[in-house]
């Protein structure tokens, strides 16, 4: 059982770190023939960042960068819930508190990801000169802690504290 928890804790600390470093990096779009990737914050070309979006008063990426937000918070407080239920709580009791927050944070990354990917994944306006793009890294890590969110919410809501 302590292996069980000590791996949960570990997989969600690192779903938050994950959460974190691909809402700030601005590589959720790279171009196929420019040094250039477009994130939720700057559009970075041949290693300056200093240019901002084309489309960044745009309320659809107001909405994605709100829910990544959201989604980090709703992470850190659940694995904080975790913790101070793993100390606190009864023998026999599940971890409904934590795994509700973290269902939250599912929640949270599956709207936005949903709306940027609807927007601006596969859109000729993510760059100037209209190039073709593929995904970065940044795009591809938050569907990958979709998907550990979604199980370590599930782990938590079945999970008994022994």
């Given at each position: 059982?302590?292996?069980?928890?000590?791996?949960?804790?570990?997989?969600h600390?690192?779903?938050?770190?994950?959460?974190?470093?691909s809402?700030?990096?601005?590589?959720?779009?790279?171009?196929?023939y420019a040094?250039?990737s477009v994130?939720?914050w700057r559009?970075?070309?041949?290693g300056d960042c200093s240019?901002?979006?084309s489309?960044?008063?745009?309320?659809?990426l107001?909405a994605?960068q709100a829910?990544?937000i959201?989604?980090?918070?709703?992470s850190?407080i659940?694995?904080v819930?975790?913790v101070f239920q793993?100390?606190t709580?009864?023998?026999?009791?599940?971890?409904?508190?934590?795994?509700?927050?973290?269902?939250v944070?599912w929640?949270c990354?599956?709207?936005g990801?949903?709306i940027?990917?609807?927007?601006?994944?596969n859109?000729?306006?993510n760059f100037y000169n209209?190039s073709s793009?593929?995904?970065?890294?940044?795009f591809?890590?938050t569907?990958?802690?979709?998907c550990?969110s979604?199980?370590?919410?599930i782990?938590y809501l079945?999970l008994?504290?022994?």
């Amino acid at each position: 059982m302590l292996v069980l928890l000590a791996s949960i804790f570990v997989v969600h600390t690192a779903t938050d770190i994950m959460l974190f470093v691909s809402t700030i990096s601005n590589v959720w779009v790279v171009s196929d023939y420019a040094d250039s990737s477009v994130g939720l914050w700057r559009n970075c070309t041949n290693g300056d960042c200093s240019s901002s979006l084309s489309y960044g008063g745009q309320d659809a990426l107001k909405a994605v960068q709100a829910f990544m937000i959201l989604s980090i918070i709703f992470s850190v407080i659940s694995l904080v819930v975790f913790v101070f239920q793993l100390f606190t709580m009864e023998k026999g009791n599940r971890f409904f508190l934590s795994g509700a927050t973290m269902l939250v944070c599912w929640l949270c990354i599956l709207v936005g990801v949903s709306i940027y990917t609807h927007h601006y994944a596969n859109s000729n306006e993510n760059f100037y000169n209209g190039s073709s793009s593929h995904h970065g890294y940044c795009f591809i890590l938050t569907w990958i802690c979709f998907c550990f969110s979604f199980i370590i919410g599930i782990l938590y809501l079945v999970l008994r504290k022994k």
